[in-house]
């Protein structure tokens, strides 16, 4: 999150935080130089993962919490071929290229890390962790009715 806040142009050093705006609301987020957000910020990825989105930084944006959540319930399940989905992506995408920026100077930031290959990310079948028995359709317990 401190690199999504690093390089977007709304963020400026206030103390110890990056206070800037929501990619989509614009509304006032902080974010501390831990990486922790202050406010309701969360990472938000503009094209979502299970679309083919990555961790790259041109993907990625700070976003309230309700904006996020929002986003995610509204589109992320739609077919990646979807035009309302396309329409906010590309939206989102170029409203990102607009705030880019290059880091703030003299913030240390951690170093970046690389998405793994899918490959890797995955356990190989002798260290998944044994599957569970499904509980759906089960409900929350069984009523039982009284005689009376």
């Keep these: 999150m401190l690199w999504s806040a690093a390089t977007d142009r709304t963020f400026r050093r206030v103390e110890e935080t990056l206070v800037g ?53 509204r589109h992320d399940h739609r077919s990646a071929d979807d035009p309302g989905l396309k329409r906010v992506v590309e939206g989102l995408l170029a409203r990102r290229r607009e705030r880019w920026r290059e880091p703030l100077a003299g913030l240390v930031l951690p170093p970046l890390h690389s998405a793994p290959e899918p490959e890797a990310s995955l356990p190989s079948p002798a260290e998944a962790p044994p599957s569970r028995p499904s509980r759906r359709g089960r409900g929350r317990g069984r009523r039982r009715r009284r005689r009376g």
Excluded at 21 to 39: D, F, M, N, Q, Y
């Design 21 to 73: 705006k929501c990619i989509h609301c614009r509304r006032r987020l902080a974010v501390s130089l831990r990486g922790t957000p202050v406010s309701a910020a969360t990472l938000e990825h503009i094209l979502p993962r299970h679309h083919g989105g990555t961790d790259d930084l041109h993907n990625l944006a700070v976003a309230c919490k309700s904006c996020n959540n929002l986003k995610g319930s």
